[in-house]
């Protein structure tokens, strides 16, 4: 099949309000969507600024999934009739393309593609790769050390998954480092502009000669929503 500006194949990344873990489960399943990975999350913003805006918490569902370039543009307009993703500390969501899949799990979503009636809406999001998803690996713990250097270069919030490292011997051959079980994985979406400085940031306080023993890297996002009032921006409460 010849790749096109629609059916090419993009990961989507949501991140949720944790209230709203249900409905967004009620929503995949209404959305029949294929495949989808759910994990619970952890958000930097204070727990009184949530308390201020009288909605949310810290507590975050994360999923990612697998869509048609033309599925996730209309899922994501989807996510913004069901929730209000204008409303700071609802949820944000992003689409990163994928350079290559499995032949089977592309045969189902190009099929769950053609049996979708899709409107022709249109949606206003983010220009393409105006946004990074910056990932970075650390040991457990320094999530709050990395929002810290992440702020100092402009970011406005992250989000923090537990994760398990595992690591070989040419890592300590290499590198002299030993790398421990228990990870923090901090997911932060920022703009273009400040994408290096505030992955130079966090190198410099976690990096991998600090006892953070930090990786860090960058994903170019096709597509991004509710990133026009994230709650961390609200500094001053």
Same mark, same amino acid.
């Given at each position: ?58 507590? /975050? ?25 204008? /409303? ?27 049996? /979708? ?76 502009? /400040? ?43």
């Amino acid at each position: 099949m010849m790749e096109t500006a629609d059916n090419r194949l993009e990961a989507l990344i949501t991140i949720m309000d944790y209230s709203l873990n249900e409905q967004l489960v009620e929503l995949f399943e209404e959305y029949d969507i294929p495949v989808a990975l759910l994990t619970p999350g952890s958000g930097s913003a204070k727990s009184s600024i949530y308390e201020i805006l009288g909605y949310g918490g810290p507590k /975050k569902v994360i999923s990612i999934t697998p869509l048609t370039s033309r599925m996730a543009k209309d899922f994501m307009g989807q996510l913004c009739k069901r929730f209000n993703l204008s /409303k700071p500390g609802t949820g944000i969501a992003c689409t990163i393309r994928l350079s290559s899949i499995t032949s089977t799990l592309a045969k189902i979503l190009h099929q769950a593609d053609e049996n /979708k009636e899709i409107g022709s809406e249109e949606m206003t999001v983010a220009p393409t790769e105006q946004y990074h998803l910056i990932v970075s690996i650390v040991n457990t713990g320094q999530f709050d050390q990395v929002m810290e250097a992440a702020k100092k270069a402009g970011a406005t919030g992250g989000t923090l998954v537990h994760a398990r490292g595992l690591g070989s011997k040419e890592a300590i051959k290499y590198l002299g480092i030993t790398i421990q079980p228990e990870k923090d994985l901090v997911l932060i979406l920022a703009p273009e502009s /400040k994408k290096l400085a505030i992955m130079e940031s966090i190198k410099k306080e976690v990096g991998l000669t600090t006892p953070g023993m930090g990786i860090c890297f960058s994903l170019p996002v096709s597509s991004a929503i509710g990133v026009e009032s994230p709650v961390e921006n609200f500094n001053e409460l």
